[in-house]
Nanobody, 127 residues
């Protein structure tokens, strides 16, 4: 059983940056694919980014491509989401998720592929 805890959210002005962290405990973290999702008020949860555990392939939603970067430090059992050039429309609760199955990078955009979820961290971008 893997437990995930996000941190690093907060209030930032448009154009600013934040780095989210997701600390994992339990399981062999290096063998988990990880993803970030977000949910804004009144909207459905949407995919942000994912990293496949084997080969290091990463994938991004078009809305964040070129601004956000996912990375992981397996020694620290932590995955990060570096968010630059933030926009008000990036405001949402951000969740990290993990899967121990063999999914392609493209399929990791589907939240149903994940087995474990964190509790979320709020990101608010002011205009």
């Amino acid at each position: 059983q893997v437990q995930l805890v996000e941190s690093g959210g907060g209030l930032v002005q448009a154009g600013g940056s934040l780095r989210l962290s997701c600390a994992a405990s339990g399981g062999t973290f290096s063998r988990y694919s990880v993803g970030w999702f977000r949910q804004a008020p009144g909207k459905e949860r949407e995919f942000v980014s994912a990293a496949v555990w084997f080969g290091g392939t990463t994938v991004y939603a078009d809305s964040v491509k070129g601004r956000f970067t996912i990375s992981r430090d397996n020694a620290k059992n932590t995955v990060y989401l570096q968010m630059n050039s933030l926009k008000p429309e990036d405001t949402a609760v951000y969740y990290c998720a993990a899967s121990d199955a063999y999914w392609s990078a493209r399929s990791l955009s589907d939240g149903h592929r994940y087995d474990y979820w964190g509790q979320g961290t709020q990101v608010t971008v002011s205009s």
